[in-house]
């Protein structure tokens, strides 16, 4: 079940081509991310879980790494309903959650990750990017996905400049690795769906190299990738446990040079008497005889526990002057510039100084031993000695590496100052674990930071507390990682061997797949072609091998089928052929049966085609008479149809015969032997009649006659010769229809311009008989005269009723041109012209006949107005008589009436209204 929910329709040919392609690339695309997205969480989960145990870099803000992973897995989780979107063919739909999901998610990640704004942009340019190269979409759909790719692309610009809350960030190691390996995947992703989704590959070999190819690099990139991590920071551990060891040994070997000073300077003070001696020096005048011996006597002690020529005792009071020196030079100077003095009054049990006086180094390392008495600062006692010891414990080079050293840093007048020996000369040090652990007093502290050469090391750093100083251990990383750095090209070597031998492996399975399909396409191919003993020859067992079996069984299956087929193929194609002939010889009967314009040519015609070209025994065509109650003979080129033709040869309806029969019912009936069926009308001028078949001329449901052909052979008619005679007797009743309705319209034409003749004529006749008719004008060029009767020359041109071209009466005259005024073929008057020259042009005479043409229908339109006219005002007189008739309920009144009005409208008849009077 959960299968065929994953399973998406390979094609939709019921969406149009661009449709097609958007959900060509949408199958592809949707898969892809629901695989991919909870892959890319698993794979930060995995480096969470890494990081946790120690594997990677310190789990800074890890917690972040979990949502990531979360983020992703619910991303794919929100794609399924989109299976079931597509299966319903709502393309813009699931575009439009495609768009929002992943652009949405794609710009959470600024909230999660720090410094890489490039990432969740291009996430986002990439899904936009995609469906507006994607067919299928409108303009419109274009436009508001390129307006949500625009608000989430600022939105992700506005809050990562809001955002200040720590993330993960690139100079964590592990969170560096998550983001390489979650770019890697979605770049493989994206590829993937789009390659699958866009591209038509040609063969399916190039398919699976496309997409296996893609894996394989990005697990090979992935697996380098972590492989090449996991050695950096192996390298990077072994480097700060290195670094850790010698910053401790040295740590305590400057401790226990530091314990040995101490020791050397507090030794005199643990003597009572010394201890009085120095605070009787301290209470008492330096000038004192006494106080001098005591002073020579505490300088020859001191001289005694010197064992360096660098070392110098002092004997201090509580202002700052020096006392007692074993140095002559140093005594009686006051020193309290220097920290030393304020040290001692803390307790503190060492100072370093910077150019004291009376030392040629810059700088001094004093260790103090305050002097009190009754827990009043009386003075102190110090030793002064360099740091060449100090500097010989840094020097020591436990190891061959060239770029490790140990160096002692101070904060003196704010500055912090290397106190020991540096590989290359500085005189302030501004490195990152100098500057924590001065203001944190941090120990152990380690990192990866740019040194005072700006160089990049790895470094340890111990708190010398004894010193208020740092010691600091580095090591350049490009030696630390140097055997890292010589192992790259293995790493990449061996990659490229992964992918070249994961590249070989990949072509020769999908070609191990291809080759066996496009064997089979190709033996499919020809097997359509019609080469049916084609088989397939495979001994696997798999998924190809059933194909190969199933191939086989619907080869052996098709060819016997067709085997089986061919016979009756050939018979249904000579029957087909048979058929054919018979429709052809149909349509040419119907062609040429149209053609006629009478009946009786239309029926004879058809009757002689039909036995022509059919070949038949006889033919003979029925109507059905008026009173339908016989079917009468009225074609049959036979000399058997025409003997009965003479005769008037009738058969009663339902009575007589197969033609009988199918007048009565409309329905085809075959006499396949004429001898045995019992309807058969024996026909005396038919003697060698065997099969008969009539066929009804129908009209709907209106049987209009009968079609008979008879045959001498038993059982020469067919089912489908019957099919076949009943379209060419369908045709042959339209025609018959046909040719009676234009006999019926041309009876009706002839009939209505018979009337309208003669409505003209007379309608011109009683025209003429009015007082004031003109009978015409004749125009001579200066004034229009009327005329009382016609020429005689025009009474002649009215009798021919056509144009007459007259010739020339004198030699002085010109040919006269009688033009008749024709109106429905009847003749209303002549329009004569006289030229001056003896012969006309025809273009003049055609002029002058169009222009008759039009002249009589002018005088038939004003004719028609003057009636009209006449004929309202007949209307209004009727209308205003009857209504003052209507005025009165009185008889006398309404006779009264009836008389003055008519008489006003008549004024020269007399008006008489009489009622009939009953003789009875």
């Known amino acids: 079940m959960l299968q065929k929910f994953f399973e998406l329709p390979l094609d939709k040919p019921e969406l149009s081509a661009e449709k097609r392609s958007l959900y060509q690339l949408l ?18 989960l995995t480096i969470a879980g890494l990081t946790l145990a120690g594997y990677l870099d310190t789990p800074e803000d890890i917690y972040l790494l979990f949502i990531v992973a979360s983020i992703n897995i619910l991303n794919g989780l929100l794609h399924l309903p989109t299976f079931s979107l597509l299966r319903r063919n709502r393309l813009g739909l699931v575009v439009l959650l495609l768009v929002l999901c992943n652009g949405v998610f794609s710009a959470a990640q600024i909230l999660l990750w720090q410094g890489v704004i490039w990432f969740p942009l291009s996430l986002i340019v990439s899904v936009i990017a995609v469906f507006l190269a994607a067919p299928g979409l409108t303009r419109t759909q274009k436009i508001f996905i390129l307006l949500i790719g625009i608000l989430l692309s600022s939105a992700v610009i506005v809050i990562d400049r809001q955002i200040n809350y720590p993330r993960l960030r690139m100079e964590n190691l592990s969170h560096f690795l998550a983001l390489l390996i979650y770019g890697l995947l979605t770049l493989a992703m994206v590829s993937i769906g789009v390659s699958n989704g866009l591209i038509n590959f040609k063969t399916i070999s190039r398919r699976m190299i496309s997409n296996f190819s893609a894996l394989t690099l990005t697990t090979v990139l992935v697996f380098i990738t972590i492989g090449t991590f996991t050695n950096y920071l192996d390298s990077r551990k072994r480097a700060f446990e290195q670094l850790e060891t010698i910053s401790n040994l040295k740590a305590s070997q400057i401790e226990l040079i530091l314990e040995e000073i101490h020791e050397q300077v507090s030794q005199p003070l643990e003597d009572t008497a010394l201890l009085r001696l120095a605070q009787s020096i301290l209470n008492s005048d330096p000038e004192n005889a006494i106080t001098k011996i005591d002073l020579e006597l505490f300088r020859s002690y001191l001289f005694r526990l010197q064992r360096r020529p660098d070392e110098e005792y002092f004997l201090i009071d509580a202002t700052g002057k020096v006392i007692l020196s074993t140095n002559p030079n ?14 001692a009054k803390q307790g503190h049990a060492f ?15 004093f260790a103090i031993q305050p002097i009190t008495q009754a827990e009043r600062f009386l003075g102190m006692l110090a030793l002064r000695t360099t740091f060449k010891t100090l500097n010989e414990i840094a020097q020591i080079a436990p190891t061959a590496q060239q770029t490790l050293e140990t160096y002692l840093v101070s904060r003196i007048e704010g500055i912090d100052t290397p106190i020991t020996q540096t590989r290359q000369f500085a005189t302030q040090i501004e490195s990152l674990p100098v500057q924590q652990a001065f203001d944190r007093l941090l120990t152990g502290n380690q990192g990866e930071y740019f040194n005072y050469a700006n160089r990049e090391v790895f470094g340890h750093s111990v708190w010398i507390p004894e010193l208020q100083s740092v010691l600091i251990s580095e090591i350049e990383q490009d030696e630390a990682l140097a055997g890292l750095i010589n192992s790259i090209p293995i790493y990449l070597s061996i990659g490229l061997l992964m992918i070249l031998v994961a590249f070989t492996t990949v072509y020769s399975t999908s070609q191990a797949i291809s080759r066996p399909i496009q064997d089979f396409a190709q033996k499919a191919a020809a097997l359509a072609g019609g080469q049916l003993s084609i088989r397939i020859h495979s001994a696997r067992r798999d998924e190809l091998g059933a194909l190969a079996e199933s191939f086989n069984k619907m080869a052996n299956e098709l060819e016997v089928l067709v085997r089986t087929l061919e016979s009756r193929v050939n018979e249904r194609t000579k029957d087909l052929q048979k058929q054919a002939n018979y429709l052809r010889i149909a349509a040419e009967v119907a062609r040429d049966a149209t053609t006629a314009q009478d009946l009786e040519e239309l029926l004879n015609r058809a009757a002689q085609l039909i036995l022509d070209r059919f070949n038949f025994y006889h033919t003979g065509i029925f109507l059905i008479d008026p009173e339908r109650e016989y079917a009468i003979l009225r074609a049959s080129p036979t000399e058997a149809g025409r003997k009965m033709l003479e005769r008037g040869h009738r058969l009663k309806i339902g009575q007589v015969g197969l033609v009988g029969y199918v007048a009565a019912t409309g329905t085809p009936r075959i006499a396949l032997d004429t001898g045995q069926d019992t309807a058969y009308f024996k026909n005396p001028l038919l003697p060698n009649t065997r099969s008969e078949a009539a ?27 019957i099919a076949t005679l009943q379209v060419m007797a369908d045709q042959l009743a339209l025609a018959i229809q046909r040719v009676e309705l234009v006999n019926d319209l041309q009876r009706n034409l002839a009939e209505l311009e018979n009337t309208y003749k003669t409505f003209t004529s007379e309608s011109w006749q009683q025209f003429s008989l009015q007082q004031d008719f003109k009978r015409g004008y004749v125009f001579d060029g200066f004034k229009l005269v009327p005329l009382q009767s016609l020429p005689e020359k025009a009474q002649s041109a009215l009798k021919r009723g056509r144009t007459t071209i007259l010739p020339p009466e004198r030699e002085n005259e010109g040919a006269t041109v009688l033009t008749p005024l024709k109106l429905r073929e009847q003749v209303l008057g002549i329009l004569a012209l006289q030229f001056d020259t003896p012969t006309v042009d025809p273009d003049t005479v055609g002029l002058l006949e169009e222009t008759a043409a039009r002249l009589a229908i002018a005088m038939e339109n004003a004719r028609l107005y003057t009636e009209t006219q006449n004929l309202v005002q007949r209307e209004r007189a009727v209308s205003e008589i009857s209504n003052q008739i209507a005025a009165s309920f009185n008889v006398e009144n309404i006779l009264r009436a009836a008389v003055i009005e008519i008489g006003k409208r008549m004024p020269d008849a007399e008006v008489i209204v009489q009622l009939e009077t009953d003789q009875d």
């Open 330 to 343: 140093i005594q009686g100077l006051y020193i309290s510039s220097f920290t030393l003095l304020e040290k």
């Open 351 to 365: 100072s370093i100084e910077k150019d004291f006086p009376g030392t040629p180094v810059q700088y001094s390392l």
């Open 27 to 44: 199958s592809a695309g949707i898969p892809a991310i629901v695989t991919f997205q909870p892959l890319i969480g698993l794979a930060m």
């Open 695 to 721: 066929i009804p001329l129908k009209l709907g449901d209106t049987v209009l006659g009968v079609l008979d052909v008879q045959s001498t052979q038993p059982e020469a008619f067919t089912q489908d010769d």
